[in-house]
């Protein structure tokens, strides 16, 4: 059974994280079609280069500071349960992925058995009378894409029916990435001040403590 639309009631409010799907599955990918993560030192100088690997985009680095509030609390895996394991249809692709409640958690890369992060999910606000996470205060809908790919579709909602998120996962063919494309549909009346924040929680190396990140603007 599929999942549902957003309901008739809603006015979309849109966050275009990706492209849509048919358009990354017809390729070149264009600029800023997705992030690239360099977690390796020849990635890292390919980068620094000023092109990004493939020819695609340019990229400027960003700076290097420490982390607020480091080294923080002490790391832990998410959970063993799993709504969802996906990969690429391609041997080109060495990434695999699990999902949760609707949230991305651990992304494997080279190897199955190497997690690089624990989840990614949102922080969501008004700014004034509410402050979920989506993995714990969300309700959750997950159904594959086609009895044949190894992608999902998620609806995570707001209990008092405010807000919904709208996902699709899955794995690039032909790149170590994993992709989303994200839609956020939200009450007119909530609309302008509700708020979206990305929270990541890397385990690079199979560890989440000494960490270290750098962040690039793509273009």
């Known amino acids: 059974m599929g999942l549902p639309g957003p309901p008739s009631d809603l006015s979309p409010w849109e966050i275009e994280a990706r492209p849509s799907f048919p358009a990354l599955a017809r390729g070149p990918f264009p600029p800023k079609a997705e992030l690239y993560v360099a977690p390796g030192r020849r990635e890292r100088r390919a980068v620094r280069g000023g092109r990004r690997p493939g020819g695609v985009g340019t990229v400027s680095f960003r700076g290097n500071r ?60 008004d700014g ?69 924040y990305a929270l990541c929680a890397p385990h690079l190396g199979v560890g989440g403590s000494g960490n270290r990140a750098y962040v690039l603007d793509a273009g």
């Open 66 to 125: 420490e982390a607020f509030g480091k080294p923080g609390i002490e790391p832990r895996w998410t959970r063993g349960n799993k709504e969802g394991v996906g990969t690429a249809y391609s041997s080109d692709s060495r990434v695999w992925f699990t999902l949760w409640r609707g949230v991305l958690t651990e992304v494997y890369y080279p190897t199955v058995d190497r997690p690089q992060i624990r989840d990614l999910q949102f922080l969501v606000t």
């Open 128 to 196: 004034s009378t509410f402050f979920h996470e989506e993995k714990r205060d969300l309700t959750s809908e997950v159904a594959r894409i086609s009895h044949h790919a190894l992608g999902y579709r998620a609806v995570n909602r707001d209990p008092e029916g405010r807000y919904a998120i709208h996902k699709e996962t899955i794995a690039s063919p032909h790149l170590p990435c994993v992709l989303q494309h994200i839609r956020v549909t939200a009450d007119p009346g909530l609309r302008s001040r509700l708020q979206l």
